[in-house]
């Protein structure tokens, strides 16, 4: 058995005196927080544009970001504030610098790393169509708008406007090969629709989910990847490691992808999890309109992200 505890010292001391009486114990070193650091970088192998594209995985809560690289540049796609250094040292491992930030959206599970690196001389780029929500920073980065691009080397990022998940959520399709969907498609699932607007404009944002996915994601070729900001347990990772799919895969396995506008709203509606840990505070801060400082940031990210509708309503048979 495996005994945990938030830091570790409480478990260690169980675990010892579980084993003093015959079990077979350990205990998880530094507990959840110990846990919660663990950050991977994984490369996309199937994809096929230009220099390299790697995926970041945080499975303790199952965030991920992506670092494109070309040349001498790099560019991140939905940094987390508690990795900042980490994306830093990478570049430097990888001798480029880092250029680009972005995030997809105003997201309600994990404090956001596009200021702290803005900070420090990475250009921050948020969708401008999430200023409205009362972003307080605006006029510190830059804002992009729906087919805006983004050069790293000879890689283009181009920005595609999939509102749903919320009012600005914001997809970055990646040197034709990869879309970087944010909330609003992931590999087992898509997104849920009510951390904006809550219930009662769930219904509104889910039928502009629908319209997203079916004329901005679908419309791409086939093989073309989504790799999503989360992973959940229901999602299988690809041969390489990372939880990426071509589009093809996704909508051969994914119910909800091959319905009609009626049936996916009301399918989406019908089970939709607890809404993410903490998302009322962490919400705030990623618009600025709330302080939180590294400890009380880390604190914030402890809980589940629960970002998607039910995966168990949406899967194929």
């Known amino acids: 058995m495996t005994v945990l505890c938030a830091k570790g010292g409480s478990s260690e001391f169980v675990a010892a005196t579980l084993k003093d009486r015959g079990y077979d114990a350990n205990q998880l070193e530094d507990g959840m ?13 199937e994809y096929d544009g230009a220099g390299t594209l790697y995926q970041y995985q945080r499975p303790s809560s199952g965030c991920l970001g992506y670092l494109v690289v070309d040349g001498d540049e790099a560019a991140i796609i939905d940094p987390l ?5 980490r994306y830093l040292t990478d570049a430097d491992e990888l001798g480029v610098d880092l250029k680009y930030a972005i995030d997809t959206h ?41 087919g805006d ?14 509102p749903g998940h919320t009012s600005g959520m914001t997809s970055y399709l990646v040197d034709d090969s990869l879309l970087a969907t944010g909330d609003g498609l992931f590999i087992e699932s898509v997104a849920r629709p009510d951390l904006e607007e809550g219930d009662d404009g769930a219904p509104e944002a889910a039928a502009q989910l629908y319209e997203s996915l079916q004329e901005r994601v679908l419309t791409l070729p086939d093989d073309t990847l989504i790799g999503g900001a989360h992973f959940s347990d229901a999602a299988e990772p690809a041969a390489d490691g990372t939880y990426t799919a071509p589009i093809g895969q996704l909508t051969d396995e994914m119910d909800a992808l091959t319905m009609d506008e009626d049936e996916f709203v009301e399918l989406i509606l019908s089970d939709m999890p607890p809404r993410p840990a903490n998302y009322e505070d962490i919400i705030p801060t990623n618009l600025g309109q709330q302080e939180a400082d590294d400890d009380e940031a880390f604190e914030l990210e402890l809980g589940p992200n629960n970002c998607a509708a039910s995966q168990e309503s949406l899967a194929g048979d």
């Open 81 to 85: 504030r508690a990795f900042t250094d």
């Open 149 to 162: 691009e983004f050069e790293v080397g000879d890689a283009t990022i181009e920005t595609v406007y999939t």
């Open 33 to 45: 927080n110990g846990w919660a650091r663990i950050y991977e970088r994984v490369e996309v192998s």
């Open 106 to 146: 105003i997201h309600a599970d994990h404090i956001s790393g596009v200021r702290a690196l803005d900070a420090v001389g990475v250009e921050g780029v948020i969708p401008n169509a999430s200023v409205q929500r009362g972003v307080t920073y605006a006029d510190d980065v830059t804002l992009a708008e729906d």
